[in-house]
């Protein structure tokens, strides 16, 4: 009693000084147990641990160029993908027709002077019209002659949309597509593994 107050001790406050007492001692005997850093013990276990060694260039390079082969091997596979799925709605809305190889032209690569053919094909459409069309894929040797009945195919509104029926023809972009990002993801993915395997040796 002090001046006609009475001071009460909370129960709640005694309770928590004591559960935070215990949790410190609870830390205290972890830390020995497990040689935590904050011990003698621990402090001269990563005293004497071996500095890590800095990255030498050829890591560097080997880190930047595997994932770089890894995101264009993916970005390529998407692409193929995606090329084949269009190419396929696109074979469920053709019609076919018959055309004939009309001309056969040249067409010239600036970078190397390489010299492929490229086919140029007429047909009757359904609404009675004849159109010309000139092949999207080149090849060298030809793949047709002046002359040649070839199978078509084309949108049925839109003619100029054809298409010569032929693997080569109709799947080449996406196959193209699809095997260079097989071959540039596959490496990247090696060439990740081999440098994951020697920076846990090192």
Known sequence: MQDGC?????????????????????????????HLPGTTEGRDRLARMPPKKPRSLRRVILWIFCRAWMICGLGALTTGCG??????????????AVGIVTGVSEATKEQDDSVNYVPTVTFKAMDGHAYRVVSSVASNPPSFEIGEEV???????????????????????A???????IFFAGGGYLLFRYERRSTSVL
């Open 6 to 34: 009475r001071i009460v001790a909370c129960p709640c406050a005694v309770i928590l000084r004591s559960k935070a007492t215990k949790d410190l001692r609870l830390l205290f005997k972890l830390r020995l147990a497990f």
């Open 83 to 96: 090329f084949a799925i269009y190419r396929s709605v696109w074979l469920y809305r053709s019609v076919p």
């Open 151 to 173: 199978p078509i195919r084309y949108i049925g509104s839109n003619p100029y949309s054809a298409e010569i029926d032929s693997f080569w023809q109709l799947w080449f972009v």
């Open 175 to 181: 196959v193209v597509c699809i095997g260079l990002g």
